[in-house]
């Protein structure tokens, strides 16, 4: 299981708009991704809803993991996505 600890960028966490790019951006990495915050339990970083029901707030760690193979470099991408609060979808995701 290879994971990157991250703490969120956005100021309103991830909610709405930034929730909306870190889905696409998941989905778009090509491995199963699995995000949580400190204590709690994985959910599935391409379904917007287990996103939201986080409630991840600005400046809280999360957890981005995988099992798959190539998912250094997927993880790598979403965390700097997250820990950068990019407000468009980077070109390389």
Known sequence: MVER???VGWAEGLH????????RAATAAG???TIAKEGGG????????AVLSLGAKGGEEIV???DAEG???????LAKLVAEGLEELPETV
């Not at 994985?42 to 809803?49: C, D, E, G, K, R």
């Not at 998912?71 to 991408?77: F, I, K, M, P, S």
Request: net charge positive.
């Open 31 to 33: 491995v199963p991704v």
């Open 16 to 23: 709405a708009r930034p929730a909306s790019i870190f889905v």
């Open 64 to 66: 981005l993991a995988s």
């Open 71 to 77: 998912a250094e470099g997927a993880l790598d991408r």
């Open 5 to 7: 600890r991250v703490n």
């Open 42 to 49: 994985p959910v599935n970083a391409a379904s917007m809803l």
